[in-house]
């Protein structure tokens, strides 16, 4: 097995690839830049939502004071940081600001060239469809987030982290789905071939897991989960802390329950680790052809690493440094999985 077919279709040429992956590039900054703003607790400095007219920040010291004092009346200045001076303000503001303009610039940079492309009759009908289903998905990230830190803005300074995690896996959704497209774009997709069935099964199951994986990675950081039980393997010397069970219902737990949602975070990690490493094994068994061989090996690497990067954030307390690389590694590992699963589809020739 050798070269593999490439699609040539109408819209199938470098520039709109070019231009499709800038897009999976500056998604993959905002959701690093969006963990940024997340571990600063910068989130909450912008009390307001202006979608189109809050492009500019404060130009003058008026501009500032007015800002901070719409700042001082949220939760959060009441009670986390009523000792902010204006500097310390400012420190926080930017980074919300930054996380907000980049996300209008990605809409920029997708929609213009989308127009040009869409008159010079470049795309094809099917890919117009699936561009818009792109657009979208990034217009619903941008309402979540609004959306989440609206629930922080009204009695307690913090969001739910139930609208942290649909922000965050819309985000994965998007860049997912994009990466998909570029995959058709590159790749000509058939029905799962028939020696790779057993592989599709597998694929479609560890990203399943993968997404449950990462949506409680997001209630870990909803939760500040991460700052309790902060030893390994064991928590706190228990196997399942007590406290992951105190609540009424196994339901309950699950879903509020600090010590139980980094329980199921650790024990999905350990799930994921295995089942990947395994994959690879069965590819390198099975001699499963080279490009898909090439991603189990790749997601191999990928998901020890991130599986070390989970343990090290855990003891030491979610540092920034390490948070932002363990969020950036679920999003490479799972655009592998998206990977492997299209490669099952891919046919190769000699």
């Known amino acids: 097995m050798g070269v593999y077919k490439e699609q040539q279709s109408i819209g199938a040429n470098k520039a709109i690839v070019t231009w499709l992956w800038t897009g999976v590039v500056m998604i993959f900054l905002m959701v690093a830049i969006g963990g940024i703003t997340r571990l600063t607790e910068s989130g909450l400095s912008i009390v307001d939502w202006k979608p189109l007219m809050g492009t500019l920040p404060p130009l003058s ?7 901070f004092n719409l700042y001082k009346q949220s939760p959060q200045f009441k009670e986390q940081n009523s000792h902010f001076a204006l500097g310390d303000f400012k420190r926080i503001f930017w980074w919300e600001y930054i996380h907000r303009v980049f996300g209008r610039l990605i809409g920029l940079v997708f929609f213009i060239p989308f127009i040009y492309f869409l008159i010079k009759k470049q795309l094809s009908r099917a890919l117009v469809k699936r561009l818009l289903i792109v657009m979208l998905l990034g217009a619903m990230q941008a309402l979540l987030g609004w959306y989440m830190v609206k629930s922080g803005l009204i009695d307690v300074p913090r969001v739910s982290h139930f609208r942290l995690a649909a922000h965050l896996i819309t985000a994965f959704a998007t860049i997912s789905y994009l990466y998909w497209v570029i995959l058709e774009l590159q790749y000509e997709k058939k029905s799962v071939l028939p020696d790779y069935r057993r592989f599709s099964g597998w694929a479609i199951s560890l990203l399943i897991m993968l997404v449950i994986q990462i949506v409680y990675g997001a ?5 500040d989960a991460g700052l309790i039980h902060n030893t ?3 928590m706190d010397g228990y196997f399942i802390h007590p406290a992951a069970t105190a609540m009424d219902s196994f339901w309950e737990s699950m879903s509020y329950s600090s010590s139980m949602i980094q329980y199921i975070h650790r024990t999905l990690a350990i799930l994921v ?9 069965e590819a390198v068994k099975r001699k499963a052809h080279s490009l898909l061989n090439k991603t189990y090996t790749f997601m191999a690497i990928v998901v020890v690493l991130q599986f070390v990067l989970g343990v090290l954030t855990l003891l030491m307390k979610v540092p920034i440094t390490l948070a932002v690389l363990h ?3 679920a999003l490479v590992l799972l655009l592998l999985v998206i990977r492997a699963n299209y490669l099952n589809r891919v046919e190769a020739v000699s």
């Open 61 to 67: 010291e008026a501009d500032w004071q007015e800002t």
């Open 219 to 223: 209630f870990v950081a909803g939760k």
């Open 232 to 234: 390994w393997p064991y």
């Open 273 to 281: 680790f295995t089942f990947v490493l395994s994959l690879k094994w």
């Open 327 to 329: 969020q950036a590694g």
